[in-house]
């Protein structure tokens, strides 16, 4: 509102590639932006030096309307196309580290996980739904499998910090994720961007817009992303891991009438690429010779300096994704009433190496396939008067999905595992003292070599109902009041099938020893070498080839306080108070099966100003939330046989987020942002009987990322812009639980969880009338690599570790044309 009633904000417009960056933030209402007009004359050479200017004003609809942003009292990070263009980000999981406070890990992309100040969702399948909500275009995206999609046509992210039930709804427990792309305009206009990079990287992107008539107009996008991948099996010399997708977006605006407008959209993607390869970091003696049982920890290998060896069978992750909307607006005299009505469908299939060997006795994976269809549909009324600023409305939400968990392996694994486990290890494994009997039996058949897979079948028909209302009371001149309350009610039907290991080779074999009469022969019945490997937990087990079927609703209401005081003429105080919940389900590795909804309660406060005739501006703020009943799965290690199980914690955390932007000059943009964060468990006991009341969950104590940008007008030659970008996350606080989940530790040839630093730069040159750029780019410029987790599924089991890492330096050239 000030900085409205200012008028004109010139901000890094007046150079030539236009915008002020606004840094990464972990602060309240911290924002990218950046604008793309042409270069307006460079300041009277009398000036004797380039001149300051204004911060850019940046609008949001963070509150379900729009706004300035430094109107919004919500801990708020806005990132817009200027820094997607200067990170070379392709989807959201290339902003995170610009974001702190925002970690997304989607190094498998159809299961991206996402945590929001500390606040996470430990995945256990369809029956359960994310803390961190994802909305692209105001609807609601839902589980992982379709969210980290590539970015196309993006106008700006909205990262909402905190509970966010009242407006967003459910599943934001932690906060929401807003992406909203760009419509139609009435010009033709239209880009091609080609990147070429290290790693064989081809990326290439258009765009075509062009009215249909005096009141309609069309936006067609689409893209193709190929590389080599930058991990290479070091027996065959295949390329691991690259891209492979392409996309494409349509938007279709109609002006029905002066009165009415409406957006259609669709969007597809193909995704068809191998999976994230896992690095194996146990020591191996030659082929056929078994790694040391029990590991030695000690005896970890750097994963960073180690050859890969893959042998997965089917290597792909694949997505395919359609998703069509329809948005009506219609102005009322009293406001306006929007109608959202969405269709999404996807299908996924992950299937990923567990043992990092090429070794068929010791092979294992695990794969995830999903088939997911959901409807959307919401009403919102919106209006305003003197004194009242209002949203009111109702959405409809159902979702149908099917899943099939599985972990596949060999009979040669199954075998080793008899070995490890000393079922039979005196005869070098069970399978190969029976195979001695067939042979001796007559029988020309062995019983390795042969697939081997057990998986969980679930589905589920969910539905959720939703009303809402969010006022802002002006009270004063100086002072204003909101208030918010969402009630939900959640539906679910769910089905859960532990399905036997299926074998059908090894069947075969079985079949033929039996017609010899070899099971009578050694007096023992043939059911004595038919058994699982996996899902034998006692839950799991009293469940095999059983179809169960649940179902269970939820209600909740969720409600918001917002008082908000503007002392002088640039500075807004604001306080709140909100709840936000992640909606009930189910587990199927839990008793019962059903678990409740997840809460989180959260007060903050902060002070948001602007200095020096809007040439600074800082936000910063205090927050405390209780986190209760976060349901997570856990791989429990203490038995022989590693099992999945569920487990109940409830955390807080104290937090302070910071963040400062200046414009010094007209070319130069500064931003530096931190956030503070102290995250405990209040009360947890976990599987294994630890007591973590108090300790670390695992989050970082601090995280910040800076910025500069330069912009250099070269008047008749164009201009150059400079943009170079730092973010740090420090290391994870590991607590006493954290060793057996590979999530955090400390080994002598590396550390998992600790700190992280990378650096982006960006170079681009833009002709007079910005219709051709160049640049060069380099992502984490000085090539810092990371261990990020361990695979432990068959450490217990035969002795094997994987590890992960995080990605290398990449570079490349970038042409732009615009017409």
Not at 50 to 58: G, N, P
Not at 190 to 195: E, I, M, P
């Amino acid at each position: 509102m000030k900085l409205i009633q200012r008028g004109l904000v010139v901000g890094m417009r007046r150079a030539l590639f236009g915008g002020c960056l606004l840094a990464a933030s972990a602060g309240t209402a911290l924002a990218q932006q950046a604008g793309a007009a042409p270069a307006e004359p460079a300041p009277p050479a009398d000036t004797g030096a380039v001149q300051a200017t204004t911060l850019d004003r940046i609008m949001v609809t963070a509150q379900s309307r729009e706004q300035e942003l430094q109107d919004v009292p919500i801990a708020l990070q806005v990132v817009d196309e200027s820094l997607i263009r200067d990170l070379a980000a392709e989807n959201i999981g290339d902003l995170d580290s610009f974001v702190p406070g925002l970690v997304v890990s989607d190094s498998q992309p159809t299961q991206a996980s996402f945590r929001l100040r500390g606040i996470s969702t430990g995945d256990f399948g369809i029956g359960t739904d994310p803390a961190v909500g994802v909305y692209v275009d105001g609807v609601y995206a839902g589980r992982g499998g379709g969210t980290v999609l590539p970015f196309l046509d993006v106008e700006r992210v909205e990262v909402l910090k905190g509970p966010q039930g009242t407006l967003f709804g459910r599943n934001s427990a932690a906060g929401a994720v807003s992406i909203i792309t760009k419509r139609p305009t009435d010009e033709v206009e239209g880009r091609v961007k080609l990147r070429l990079g290290n790693y064989d990287k081809r990326y290439l992107e258009g765009m075509f817009n062009t009215p249909a008539g005096d009141n309609a107009a069309f936006r067609l996008n689409a893209l193709v992303n190929r590389s080599d991948g930058w991990l290479q099996d070091a027996a065959t010399g295949k390329n691991l891991n690259g891209d492979d997708n392409w996309a494409t977006r349509a938007a279709f605006r109609w002006d029905i009438s002066d009165n009415t407008q409406a957006l259609l959209s669709w969007d597809h993607e193909k995704l068809d690429q191998k999976s994230h390869p896992t690095i194996g970091i146990v020591p191996l003696p030659p082929a056929p010779g078994l790694p040391a049982f029990p590991v030695d920890t000690d005896a970890y290998l750097d994963p960073r300096d180690q050859p890969i060896y893959s042998d997965l069978v089917d290597n792909t992750e694949a997505r395919n994704f359609d998703g069509v909307t329809l948005i009506v607006d219609h102005a009322l005299e009293w406001g306006h009433l929007t109608s959202t009505s969405a269709w999404r469908d996807f299908d996924t299939v992950n299937r990923a190496e567990e043992d990092g060997t090429n070794r068929r006795y010791l092979y294992i994976d695990t794969a995830n396939r999903e088939e997911n269809t959901s409807w959307y549909q919401e009403f919102k009324f919106s209006g305003g008067s003197g004194k009242l600023d209002w949203v009111a409305g109702a959405s409809y939400y159902q979702e149908k999905a099917k899943q099939a968990s599985e972990v596949n392996a060999f009979s040669d694994t199954v075998n080793t595992i008899t070995i490890t486990q000393d079922v039979w290890g005196p005869f070098g494994g069970l399978f190969a003292f029976a195979d001695t009997l067939l042979a001796g039996a007559g029988v020309n058949a062995s019983l390795l070599g042969h697939p081997w897979q057990e998986a969980y079948l679930n589905t589920l028909d969910s539905k959720a109902y939703a009303v809402f209302g969010d006022v802002i009371w002006h009270a004063t001149d100086k002072l204003n009041l909101t208030f918010g309350l969402r009630y939900t009610r959640d539906e679910k039907d769910f089905t859960w099938y532990n399905a036997r290991r299926t074998a059908p080779g090894f069947d075969a074999v079985l079949d033929q020893a039996e017609a010899a009469g070899l099971f009578e022969a050694l007096g023992i019945p043939r059911g004595f070498l038919v058994f699982d490997i996996a899902f034998v937990d006692p839950i799991s087990e009293a469940n095999k080839g059983v179809t169960t079927r649940a179902g269970n609703a939820w209600s909740d209401f969720s409600p918001r306080f917002v008082i908000d005081y503007n002392p002088g003429e640039d500075t807004m105080l604001f306080a709140s108070l909100a709840k936000g919940y992640k909606a009930g389900g189910f587990n199927t590795f839990a008793r019962g099966a059903s678990i409740d909804n997840e809460d989180v309660w959260n007060f903050e406060t902060g002070i948001k100003r602007s200095l020096a005739d809007e040439q600074l501006q800082f936000e910063a703020s205090a927050y405390y939330y209780v986190y209760d009943n976060r349901q997570a799965l856990r791989l429990d290690t203490t038995t022989s046989i590693p099992r999945y199980v569920t487990d109940t914690s409830d955390q807080t955390a104290w937090g302070i987020d910071f963040s400062l932007r200046w414009q010094p000059t007209r070319a130069v943009s500064v931003d530096f942002n931190t956030a503070w964060i102290d995250s405990t468990y209040k009360n947890y006991i976990t599987p294994e009987g630890q007591d973590l009341e108090g300790q670390p969950t695992g989050e970082p104590l601090w995280s910040f990322a800076t910025g500069v940008n330069y912009d250099l007008d070269l008047a008749s030659n164009g201009g150059v812009r400079f943009s170079l970008r730092h973010s740090y996350r420090g290391s994870t606080r590991c607590n006493s639980g954290s060793g057996s989940q590979g999530n955090c530790g400390r080994y002598q040839a590396f550390s998992i969880g600790g700190e992280q630093n990378r650096t982006d730069l960006y170079v681009q040159w833009r002709s007079p009338a910005d219709a051709w750029g160049v640049a060069v780019y380099a992502n984490n410029l000085f090539d810092n690599q990371y261990v990020t987790g361990l695979n432990s599924y068959g450490t217990t089991v035969f002795g094997t570790t994987g590890a992960g890492i995080s990605e290398p330096r990449f570079y490349g050239l970038e042409l732009l044309h615009k017409f």
